[in-house]
């Protein structure tokens, strides 16, 4: 079974462009979850989606938002960049997202802000 | 303080154990996780311990849970240079999301 995929793998922009990243879960999981990953901030908890639905969220401005297609796949936006947005910008999936589940992390997408 | 803390750096030798703390303050999480993430990967779940257990065994690697204390450890027996990367401790938030500690870098000397 494919484990989680994440594309780009990197990615640089200027401050004030907007970015899109993608993630495509394990086939079957429907939940996917978004974290950034930062050296000052260690992991954090961006959203969730589920269904289609954002289900969580977590502390960040409106800049950061996503969505989820029928397929489970999920997509992240960030708009008007920021040099502190130079991040790791992890996805996880699991079946539904109960507690109880697994999270499975990707390669996560490396992205650069100048 | 932090919710989740653990120890930033542990250096041991190829062939020694290797023993990871961590600490957290809400004990309302179901699971506790542990997470390896070597350099320009993702992360990968190493094992879990569900919080009315005290320990768990999986192979060369041991989760002790001290609930009392909110006190998690990992062990890894016999620890080898592939073992060199970042762990991660977390527990299961609210919002059916993770809260991660900061990371432990663990070195393995040969």
């Known amino acids: 079974k494919a484990g989680v995929t994440q594309t780009p793998r990197y990615l640089i922009k200027t401050r004030g462009q907007q970015v899109t990243l993608s993630c495509s879960p394990i086939s079957g999981h429907r939940s996917v979850s978004w974290y950034q990953q930062t050296p000052g901030q260690g992991l954090q908890f961006l959203f969730e989606?589920?269904?289609?639905?954002?289900?969580n969220k977590g502390n960040f401005p409106g800049r950061f938002s996503g969505r989820q297609f029928s397929n489970s796949r999920s997509e992240m936006n960030v708009s008007t960049l920021e040099l502190g947005d130079s991040a790791l910008y992890l996805c996880?999936?699991?079946?539904?997202?109960?507690?109880?589940?697994?999270?499975?992390f990707g390669p996560g997408t490396r992205l650069l802000v100048l | 303080g932090e919710d989740v803390e653990q120890s930033l750096f542990l250096s041991v030798r190829e062939g020694d154990s290797s023993v990871i703390n961590c600490t957290y303050t809400?004990?309302?999480?179901?699971?506790l996780y542990w997470y390896k993430q070597e350099p320009g990967a993702g992360l990968q779940l190493l094992t879990y311990i569900f919080s009315n257990m005290d320990m768990k065994q999986d192979q060369r690697l041991t989760v002790l849970l001290n609930k009392k204390d909110k006190h998690l450890s990992l062990r890894i027996a016999d620890t080898q240079t592939g073992d060199s990367a970042i762990y991660f401790c977390?527990?299961?938030?609210?919002?059916?999301?993770?809260?991660f500690g900061k990371g432990t870098k663990l070195s393995v000397k040969p």
């Open positions: 989606y589920f269904s289609e639905t954002q289900r």
């Open positions: 977390a527990r299961g938030g609210s919002q059916g999301n993770l809260i």
């Open positions: 809400d004990s309302s999480s179901t699971y």
């Open positions: 996880a999936s699991s079946l539904t997202g109960g507690y109880q589940e697994t999270q499975y």
